[in-house]
C-alpha cells in the first residue's frame, strides 16, 4: 500500500451512472461502446473497464493490442475493440485473447489472416471493423479504395467483415458542418461495400461530442438505411466531462440538449495530496528552483508531495491554485519534480496533514479538468492521462 500522499480518488459507481445517462441520450437508437484506452483516460483500466461492463456496456475500445489484452482478463464476456490497429506480430494475441481488430490496411488483414489460419480458426470466424477515412486523414481507407481491402475476405477466409467504422473529428463544432459532409462520404463507402456484397451489422461512429450533440438519430438512421446496427463511442463523457463545443461556449451557440447533458454527468476522479509541513518566511524570501517567487511581505508557505512527475504541470508555478481547508492557496514558486509550494498566508490554521485538491472540490470550491487545461494551453484529455503512472488510483 503505497503512503506518500498524492492520489487519485475513483468512482466507480459515478462511472456507472455516467454510462446509464449516456445510454439514455441514445435512447435506444444505439448501441454504446465505452472507451477505456489510455488506462481509462487515466482513470485505471482495472476500475472503469468492468464499471462500464457492470451498467451494460457490451463493448470496450482500448488503443492497442496490448490494453486489450489488459482488458480481456479483466472483462472476459466484453467484446475488445483496438482502434489503433494491428501491428506485424500481433495477429496471435489478437486471436488467442479474443480481441476485434480495427483494420483498414492489406497488411493488417494478412497478418490477422495468417494468424487466424496457424490457430485453425472457422471461416468467417474472426471479426474485423473496417474504418473509412472520411476526411481526418489519420487512418482508415478512402471510400474509394475499399474494394482491394474488402477482397481479402472472400468465401473461405476466417475473417468476417462485423462493422464499418469511421472517426468524426469535428463532433464538437456547433454547426455540424464537417460532420454531415463525413457522414455523406461515409455512406458512398457503405454503397460501395453493399455492392461488393458484404453485408456488416455496425456502423461504429461518433465520440462524446457526437453523442452528446445528438448525433445518435443522424448515424442510427444512415445505419438503419444500409440494415445495420448504430454504436457510438464516447470516452470523455463516460468519465464525467461534457466536450466544449466550438464556436465559443455560449449555451446559445451549443446544440441542443447539450446543458441537460452536462447536468446528467459526474466526475470519476479527484486527484489530491496533503500538506506535509508548513513554514513561515520573511519578506524577501525567494521560493523554488531559481526564486522565481520573492515573499513580498512575511507569508506562510505549505508544502504538498506532489510535483511534475505525478502529472503536476509546471507550467502551474505562479499561475495556479490547488484548494486548502476549502479555500483557493496559489502554488509559488517554480513545481518541482516531487513538491510544490502554496501560499497559505490567506488561509487560517493550514497544518501537516491537511487534504489538498488538485482536482476536484473540496468545500463550496472546484477545480475541473477544464481548469487545469485552460491554464496550460491544453485539453482536459490530456491533462487526465498525464496523471502519473506513479500516483495510486484508490477506489472510493
Ligand atoms: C478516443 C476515441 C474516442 C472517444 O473520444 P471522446 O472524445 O473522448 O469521447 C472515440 N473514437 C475513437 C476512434 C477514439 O480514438
Redesign the pocket.
Known amino acids: 500500500m503505497p503512503t506518500r500522499p498524492c492520489w487519485v480518488e475513483i468512482r466507480a459507481r459515478t462511472l456507472e451512472e455516467n454510462y446509464r445517462f449516456l445510454m439514455s441520450l441514445a435512447a435506444g437508437k444505439a448501441e454504446l461502446?465505452a472507451?477505456v484506452?489510455?488506462d481509462a483516460?487515466g482513470h485505471s483500466l482495472a476500475q472503469c473497464a468492468p464499471a462500464a461492463v457492470r451498467a451494460g456496456a457490451q463493448w470496450l475500445?482500448v488503443?492497442s493490442v496490448e490494453e486489450g489484452v489488459a482488458a480481456r482478463a479483466l472483462c472476459p464476456e466484453a467484446r475488445v475493440l483496438v482502434?489503433?490497429g494491428v501491428f506485424a506480430g500481433q495477429g496471435a494475441a489478437v486471436i488467442e485473447h479474443g480481441l476485434t481488430a480495427?483494420v483498414w490496411e492489406p497488411g493488417q488483414l494478412d497478418e490477422l489472416e495468417g494468424a487466424a489460419r496457424a490457430a485453425r480458426a472457422r471461416a468467417g470466424s474472426v471479426a474485423v471493423h473496417l474504418?473509412i477515412d472520411t476526411g481526418m486523414s489519420r487512418q482508415g481507407v478512402s471510400p474509394d479504395g475499399v474494394a482491394p481491402v474488402l477482397a481479402r475476405f472472400g468465401a473461405g477466409s476466417p475473417l468476417r467483415l462485423e462493422g464499418v467504422?469511421t472517426?468524426?473529428f469535428a463532433?464538437?463544432e456547433a454547426d455540424g458542418r464537417v460532420t454531415e459532409e463525413q457522414l455523406a462520404r461515409l455512406d458512398e463507402a457503405l454503397e460501395r461495400i453493399e455492392a461488393l456484397g458484404l453485408y456488416p451489422d455496425w456502423l461504429n461512429v461518433?465520440?462524446?461530442?457526437?453523442?452528446l450533440a445528438g448525433e445518435a438519430g443522424r448515424i442510427a438512421a444512415l445505419a438503419g438505411r444500409h440494415g445495420m446496427k448504430a454504436m457510438l463511442?464516447?470516452?470523455?463523457?463516460?468519465?464525467g466531462l461534457a466536450?466544449r463545443f466550438e464556436p465559443g461556449f455560449k449555451p446559445e451557440t451549443e446544440p441542443e440538449g447539450v446543458g441537460a447533458a452536462l447536468a446528467g454527468l459526474q466526475p470519476v476522479l479527484s486527484w489530491k495530496t496533503r500538506v506535509v509541513g508548513v513554514r513561515t518566511v520573511p519578506a524577501g524570501a525567494m521560493v523554488g528552483y531559481n526564486g522565481t517567487f520573492v515573499a513580498t511581505e512575511p507569508m506562510r508557505l505549505a508544502l504538498v508531495a506532489a510535483g511534475y512527475a505525478d502529472g503536476l504541470d509546471r507550467r502551474l508555478g505562479n499561475r495556479f491554485s490547488l484548494l486548502v481547508r476549502g479555500q483557493r492557496a496559489p502554488l509559488v514558486g517554480r513545481i518541482s519534480m516531487d513538491q510544490a509550494v502554496l501560499d497559505v498566508t490567506e488561509i487560517a490554521g493550514v497544518e501537516a496533514g491537511d487534504e489538498a485538491v488538485i482536482l476536484g472540490t473540496q468545500g463550496d470550491e472546484t477545480i475541473t479538468a477544464f481548469d487545469h487545461a485552460e491554464a496550460t494551453g491544453t485539453i482536459p484529455?490530456e491533462v487526465f492521462t498525464r496523471i502519473g503512472a506513479r500516483v495510486p488510483r484508490i477506489a472510493v
Open positions: 461502446l472507451i484506452k489510455a483516460y475500445g488503443t482502434i489503433g480495427v474504418e467504422m472517426h468524426l463532433a464538437d461518433g465520440n462524446s461530442a457526437a453523442l463511442r464516447p470516452g470523455l463523457a463516460l468519465y466536450p484529455w
